[in-house]
């Protein structure tokens, strides 16, 4: 399977516990997004990285939530002192951006489903 | 602000035709998409528009008025398999990559036999 995988599908914790979520997109896309998504609404964006470099990161995110991607393949989320409003889908999304394609698709993951207790 | 409007439900018969409407307001603008989300999966792309004016793909068609910020997706000979949310999305431009995407809440699409 080529597509963009995320890691774990589900998790739950309890509040305040730190958690990780990994993101490994398709092999040659040079852009990576994260997003948070609740029930009945359109997916809300978090952060974006443009191979290793974190360009841009909503402002309206917390700084309990950090994204990292080192090497400019996988990508990491963390969110430290979790919360219950944090409990949705993470989703993770990549695309290519190169004059021969159009820089345009983002591919999708199937989301880490957190819930906090 | 940032604010993007989709009717939440829409109902119609498999073979009709569907429009789903999506209005827009946002600091920049650097293209609209839509997407495709059935229940439990994740979004899939359907279409981008970035110049005034409709693109076809198939049974889908999405059209793109910047001037008025109304974008609408057209649905023809719909399938069951259609039944899903459709979700607009604007490629805001707030800073310079402008690559920081506004997802409006989507309207979930139910196709009756």
């Known amino acids: 399977d080529t597509g963009v995988s995320q890691d774990p599908r589900h998790k739950i914790t309890k509040r305040g516990q730190n958690v990780t979520f990994r993101c490994d997109p398709i092999s040659e896309h040079n852009r990576l997004y994260w997003y948070r998504q609740t029930l009945g609404q359109g997916p809300e964006f978090l952060t974006y990285f443009q191979n290793e470099a974190q360009l841009e990161k909503s402002r309206l995110l917390s700084d309990r939530f950090s994204a990292e991607r080192p090497k400019g393949s996988f990508s990491t989320l963390e969110i430290q002192r979790t919360e219950q409003g944090d409990s949705a889908m993470y989703l993770c999304?990549?695309?290519?951006?190169?004059?021969?394609?159009?820089?345009?698709?983002?591919?999708f993951g199937p989301g880490t489903r957190l819930t906090v207790l | 602000g940032q604010n993007i409007d989709q009717p939440t439900e829409m109902t119609a018969t498999e073979g009709a035709i569907v429009q789903i409407n999506c209005t827009y307001q946002?600091?920049?603008?650097?293209?609209l998409f839509w997407y495709q989300q059935h229940a439990g999966e994740a979004p899939t792309f359907l279409s981008y528009?970035?110049?005034?004016g409709l693109e076809e793909k198939g049974r889908f068609s999405s059209f793109l008025s910047r001037s008025k910020g109304y974008s609408y997706l057209l649905l023809k000979e719909l399938q069951m398999k259609d039944s899903a949310s459709y979700l607009c999305a604007v490629r805001d431009l707030w800073n310079n990559y402008g690559q920081n995407f506004v997802f409006g809440p989507g309207t979930r699409l139910s196709v009756l036999p």
């Open positions: 999304a990549s695309t290519i951006a190169d004059i021969h394609y159009r820089p345009d698709e983002q591919f």
């Open positions: 946002t600091s920049g603008f650097n293209g």
């Open positions: 528009n970035v110049l005034d």
